[in-house]
C-alpha cells in the first residue's frame, strides 16, 4: 500500500504549535492543502505563513474545540471551505498532570471534553465525506492511554478512551475505504511539558524527542496503513512488558515516582 499526500485536503486540528504545527508543515511540504485549527490567532497565523510557502491553498480557523455545541457547524466550515477533507487529524488536546488525590471532577470532565468528546464529535461530522472519499483518520493519542501513568489519571483516562475509539472505528469501518490510525507519542518536546496549572512532568525530559521527529513516522504510516504506531517505537516493548505483568508494572511505576520525589 502506498498512500500520496499531494493534492489531498488535510485538516489538522490543534495546530498553533507542538506536534500540530509539525505535522501540518510535514503534509504541506508533501503537497497537501491543510487546514489548521485552534485558539490562539497569533500562533496560527505563524504556521499558516509557513504552510502557504508550500501549499498556497492552506487556511486556518480561530476555534475551541472544546465548546462541543460548535463542533458540528465548525466540520461544515472546514470541509466546505477545503473542498472535501481527506485526512482528518485529531491532534488538539491538553495535559493534566495532577495526582489523583487532587482533582476534581470538573477539571476530569475538561480534559475529557477536548481530549475525547471534541474528536470523536468532529469525527462522526465529518464521517460520511470521509468515507465517500476513501478517507484516513488519524487520532493523535499518547502512550498514557496505553501506559496510565502516575500523576496522569485524568489525561491517561481521556487518551484510553480515544484509543479504545479508534480501535472499535477501524473495525467497523472494514468495509470502507476508510483506514484509521492512531499515534502514541512518548516524550515530545513542546509546550505541553510547561503549560500552567500542571505538576512538573514525571518523564524524563533529557529523553525528548524534538518535535520535527513525528512527521516521518506518521508519513509513513499513512503510506503503510499501519493501525498504531508508537513514537519513539521502544515504547512499544514497555507496553509488552506491562500487558504481561500488569501488577509488576504498575509497582515499577510507584517505585519511579518515589524516586522522583512523588508520593506513591
Ligand atoms: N508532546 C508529547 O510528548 C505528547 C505525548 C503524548 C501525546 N501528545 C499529544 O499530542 C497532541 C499535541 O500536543 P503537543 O505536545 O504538540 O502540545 P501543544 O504544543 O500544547 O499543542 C496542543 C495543541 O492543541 C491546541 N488546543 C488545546 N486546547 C484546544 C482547544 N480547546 N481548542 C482548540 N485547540 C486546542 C493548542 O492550541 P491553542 O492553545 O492555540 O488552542 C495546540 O495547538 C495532544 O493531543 C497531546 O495530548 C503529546
Redesign the pocket.
Known sequence: MSYSLAGKKVLV??????????LAEGFAERGAVVGI????ED??RDVLERLRAHSPGSRSWV?????LDGIESFARRADDELDGIDVLV??????KRRSVTELSPDVVDAVMA??YS?PVRLTLALLPGLINRGGRIVN?????ARLGPGTEAA?AAS?AALTAWSEAMCVDLADTDVKVHV???????????R?PDNDEPI?DMSM??P?DAIVQPVVEQLDSGTFEIYVPEWFRDVVAGKVADPDAFLQGSIEYLRSRGVAG
Do not use: H, M, Q
Request: with cysteine; glycine share 10%; hydrophobic share 45%.
Open positions: 486540528t490543534g495546530a498553533s504549535s507542538g506536534i500540530g504545527a509539525a485549527c485552534a485558539r490562539r500562533r496560527l476555534v475551541d474545540l472544546s465548546e485529531n491532534n488538539a488536546g491538553v495535559p477536548i481530549n471534541s493523535i493519542s499518547s502512550v498514557a489525561y487518551k499515534v502514541n507519542p512518548g516524550i515530545i518536546d513542546t509546550e505541553l511539558f503549560l518523564a525528548a524527542l518535535v
